[in-house]
């Protein structure tokens, strides 16, 4: 499966600052999604990042909050803006190689927010 | 709303023990079902999936899938105490560009 890295691995940012996490894949992939794990909670999908075009969100999740770009087949940015202590979470890149293959997820974005 | 249930847990099973972990859910339009294991602190991790009815083997991991029940299971034969994770059950609907939607996970821990 494609090798998936994810930068920062953790940070621990001000509130009211912004946040740009990068997920870059070693191969083409057909998709990319980006989820958020709370503290103690299962995975919650944000959007999916549609390459040049923008992110396809999921309900409670907004634009102006989360942007997404995906300028090409190998990679993809979760910007998190104007950050708050409910933030705080780990964020998860996720790909798809070709249509019918398993998702599979990069190590994950460690986020506190004080 | 679509859901994928799970028992929280913990499930708590010796070593050398079947732990059976399950899950159900609400979306009859499902076709792809995924078993993810996540250590404390990590990401998730696919450790099986399945797509027919019926069972599928991988080592000491089972899948079972019965659409009509709209349920799945995970059977983990001779536990070890290095199974102890938290088990993510993850369903897709296979229209393009779906993604999975997951279940809130069991905690198992297997006792040496």
């Known amino acids: 499966s494609a090798v998936i890295s994810q930068k920062p691995s953790r940070d621990i940012c001000q509130r009211g600052t912004s946040l740009t996490i990068q997920c870059q894949v070693d191969?083409?992939?057909?998709?990319m999604f980006w989820y958020r794990q709370q503290p103690g909670q299962s995975l919650t999908l944000i959007a999916t990042?549609?390459?040049?075009?923008?992110?396809?969100?999921e309900s409670g999740f907004v634009i102006d909050k989360f942007p997404i770009s995906r300028p090409n087949l190998t990679f993809s940015t979760l910007t998190v803006s104007n950050m708050s202590p409910e933030d705080s979470s780990i964020y998860l890149c996720s790909v798809v190689g070709q249509i019918d293959q398993p998702q599979h997820f990069g190590d994950g974005t460690r986020l506190s927010i004080l | 709303q679509k859901e994928v249930e799970q028992n929280s847990g913990p499930l708590s099973v010796p070593e050398g023990a079947i732990a059976s972990l399950n899950c159900t859910y609400s979306d009859r339009g499902s076709q792809s079902f995924f078993w993810y294991r996540q250590y404390s602190g990590k990401s998730p991790e696919l450790i099986m999936f399945?797509?027919?009815?019926g069972d599928k083997e991988d080592g000491r991991f089972t899948a079972q899938l019965n659409k009509a029940s709209q349920y799945v299971s995970l059977l983990i034969r001779d536990s070890q105490p290095s199974d102890s994770a938290t088990y993510l059950c993850?369903?897709?609907?296979?229209?393009?560009?779906?993604?999975?939607?997951f279940g809130k996970g069991t905690t198992l821990s297997v006792s040496s």
């Open positions: 993850a369903v897709k609907n296979n229209q393009a560009g779906t993604a999975l939607i």
């Open positions: 399945i797509y027919s009815n």
């Open positions: 191969s083409q992939v057909t998709m």
């Open positions: 990042a549609n390459q040049g075009s923008e992110a396809t969100y």
